[in-house]
């Protein structure tokens, strides 16, 4: 399927490099696929500097570069310099395992212009508990080396039921570590998350307190730190632009090459997707079936198609449709006016309740095998 040029897309101008599905962690809401144990083969060194290459060329300009844990490929160093020589602005997305002083004065002197760290909470306890990992020490220091390089730091904390009260102390602990910003991002509900949906949803009266504790630390730093709070879709009754809009600006390529217009779209069934080692940037980004599948709103039926936000929201998340609509066509299930919103708010009122169905599933290699990416939501 080709575009034709009327609806032919701008470059795509932020690269996500996924360098790894490898992660010391297990965390209970991590966006990597369910199934990720089994795309096992990773790009080689020289196919992703000719990754590089092609996106530059194409106009790319912002690159991420990501994971699992990026620090575990040893060439990221030698990624990180190419994208500097190529004019990308790079920020490294990390747990901080593996970032020692030694490998931080290295990725400084390559090039890297900035450096994401996350945390899972606010304590030692549920840090480690949240992540199944005990990483709290470590991430401390590992912020602190952060500051020493003369890195922009910003802090991410991936906001649910089980933390989300810690909200004042979270900010808190970013404000002394000297973040100049901190994402508070609440839960998108696929990939890990969704199987962990009913222990991490949180209830309307927790989504009050947190954004009005958010609003009085704003207030209280001023211009200091830039704090964002990121709403739950699902309780807000209104859908998302998915990632700005498939397939508009941003293309992940996966560890094992495999090119999408989102971190999650391998899940969606119908749709293939081509590989970077059998395709050019360019010929995937404008040619391929799956990129263009549901770019703009040609794509749409109703309520969608009709609907004066359209434009605005171009249907909300793919994903989401297809985990609890069963349909990647369908209105974003969040949306009031989808004909499975019933599906939300019935997720929601569980929430209310506490009804919690089973025990978290933690993010490892021996879970990813038992499981597929689930496709029923409730």
Same mark, same amino acid.
């Given at each position: 399927m080709t575009a034709t040029p009327a609806a032919r897309p701008g470059p795509p101008l932020w690269l996500l490099a996924e360098l790894t599905y490898r992660c010391p962690l297990h965390c209970v809401f991590c966006y990597n696929p369910v199934d990720f144990a089994a795309h096992e083969r990773e790009l080689s060194t020289d196919d992703w500097l000719r990754v590089l290459r092609e996106g530059r060329e194409m106009g790319a300009v912002q690159l991420g570069l990501s994971g699992g844990e990026p620090l575990l490929r040893d060439d990221l160093e030698t990624i990180v310099a190419e994208a500097r020589r190529l004019g990308y602005y790079s920020n490294l997305l990390t747990s901080g395992v593996g970032l020692t002083a030694e490998r931080a004065a290295a990725l400084k002197a390559a090039g890297l212009d900035h450096v994401q760290l996350s945390f899972q909470d606010s304590t030692r306890e549920m840090n480690d508990f949240l992540s199944h990992t005990k990483t709290f020490e470590l991430k401390n220091r590992v912020a602190k080396i952060i500051k020493a390089q003369g890195w922009p730091m910003v802090m991410n904390v991936v906001i649910h039921r089980l933390n989300i009260d810690h909200i004042g102390r979270i900010i808190e602990m970013a404000h002394e570590m000297g973040a100049e910003y901190i994402e508070l991002a609440n839960t998108q509900y696929y990939s890990w998350a969704f199987v962990n949906r009913a222990q991490l949803l949180p209830t309307g009266e927790q989504l009050e307190r947190a954004e009005a504790v958010t609003d009085e630390w704003r207030r209280r730093v001023g211009d200091a730190m830039r704090i964002f709070f990121v709403a739950p879709d699902y309780h807000e009754g209104k859908a998302k632009k998915c990632v700005n809009g498939w397939g508009s600006m941003f293309l992940?390529?996966?560890?094992? /090459?495999?090119?999408? !217009?989102?971190?999650?779209?391998?899940? &969606?069934? /119908?749709?293939?997707? !081509?590989?970077?080692?059998?395709?050019? &940037?360019r010929e995937i980004w404008f040619d391929s079936a799956g990129f263009n599948r549901f770019r703009g709103t040609g794509w749409m039926k109703e309520p969608c198609a009709s609907c004066a936000h359209k434009e605005e929201d171009l249907g909300g998340c793919r994903c989401q449709a297809y985990l609890i609509a069963h349909d990647a066509e369908a209105a974003d299930p969040v949306c009031r006016f989808s004909p499975h919103h019933d599906k939300v708010q019935a997720a929601v009122a569980a929430a209310e309740r506490g009804v919690v169905e089973q025990p978290l599933v933690f993010r490892d290699p021996a879970n990813s095998r038992r499981l597929s990416t689930p496709a029923a939501g409730g």
């Open positions: 992940t390529v996966t560890p094992d /090459g495999t090119a999408l !217009p989102c971190h999650t779209a391998r899940m &969606l069934p /119908g749709l293939e997707f !081509p590989n970077v080692r059998d395709a050019s &940037l």
